[in-house]
């Protein structure tokens, strides 16, 4: 999977969901994203790392998503089963996962603390822009900031450390008769 065709998916899949929900249009920003997903998996050099990975990015984000919208810190737009975030953010979990192995592999290689760093500032940066365009209400004071900053200079490492350690390829050896 070529690193930049990787990049520009997401963003375009990020773009795609977020602006679904001003347009009333998630059910086609889901199917459009699914698609590249799909895409993404029948090229990727690891499917089924690639899937597994997506499974627990998108089981984390539901969970910290769902908990910044319970405790009032961010709130998201759009069409969700009961009080967990909304479906179209669930995607942007999956496509991001599958990012680490590819766009954002370089953060594989670095210390963690880079990537904690690159969560503080970005990942705030991400709702910030969600909200500006028309998925979320965000009142941007410096608490709420504070919050998201901190739950992504925890999440994103931790993606990182289960994308690097988690599912390392193993070697199968057959002793000889």
Same mark, same amino acid.
């Given at each position: 999977?070529?690193?930049?065709?990787?990049?520009?998916?997401?963003?375009?899949?990020?773009?795609?969901?977020?602006?679904?929900?001003?347009?009333?249009?998630?059910?086609?920003?889901?199917?459009?994203?699914?698609?590249?997903?799909?895409?993404?998996?029948?090229? &990727?050099?690891?499917?089924?790392?690639?899937?597994?990975?997506?499974?627990?990015?998108?089981?984390?984000?539901?969970?910290?998503?769902? &908990?910044?919208?319970?405790?009032?810190?961010?709130?998201?737009?759009?069409?969700?089963?009961?009080?967990?975030?909304?479906?179209?953010?669930?995607?942007?979990?999956?496509?991001?996962?599958?990012?680490?192995?590819?766009?954002?592999?370089?953060?594989?290689?670095?210390?963690?603390?880079?990537?904690?760093?690159?969560?503080?500032?970005?990942?705030?940066? &991400?709702?910030?822009?969600?909200?500006?365009?028309?998925?979320?209400?965000?009142?941007?004071?410096?608490?709420?900031?504070?919050?998201?900053?901190?739950?992504?200079?925890?999440?994103?490492?931790?993606?990182?450390?289960?994308?690097?350690?988690?599912?390392?390829?193993?070697?199968?050896?057959?002793?000889?008769?």
């Amino acid at each position: 999977m070529n690193r930049f065709i990787n990049a520009i998916g997401f963003q375009i899949g990020w773009f795609v969901c977020i602006a679904s929900v001003r347009y009333d249009q998630e059910i086609l920003a889901l199917l459009f994203c699914g698609v590249l997903v799909g895409l993404h998996l029948f090229y &990727s050099n690891a499917p089924l790392i690639d899937f597994k990975l997506s499974l627990i990015a998108l089981v984390l984000g539901v969970v910290v998503d769902s &908990s910044l919208q319970y405790f009032s810190v961010i709130s998201f737009y759009g069409w969700g089963l009961g009080p967990l975030s909304p479906f179209w953010l669930w995607m942007v979990w999956v496509m991001f996962a599958l990012t680490l192995n590819y766009s954002l592999a370089f953060l594989l290689n670095r210390h963690l603390l880079l990537s904690a760093i690159a969560g503080l500032l970005f990942g705030p940066l &991400s709702y910030i822009a969600g909200a500006k365009l028309g998925a979320a209400g965000f009142d941007n004071s410096l608490s709420h900031l504070a919050v998201l900053g901190m739950i992504w200079m925890l999440t994103l490492p931790a993606l990182v450390f289960i994308s690097k350690n988690s599912f390392l390829p193993t070697e199968v050896t057959h002793d000889a008769p």
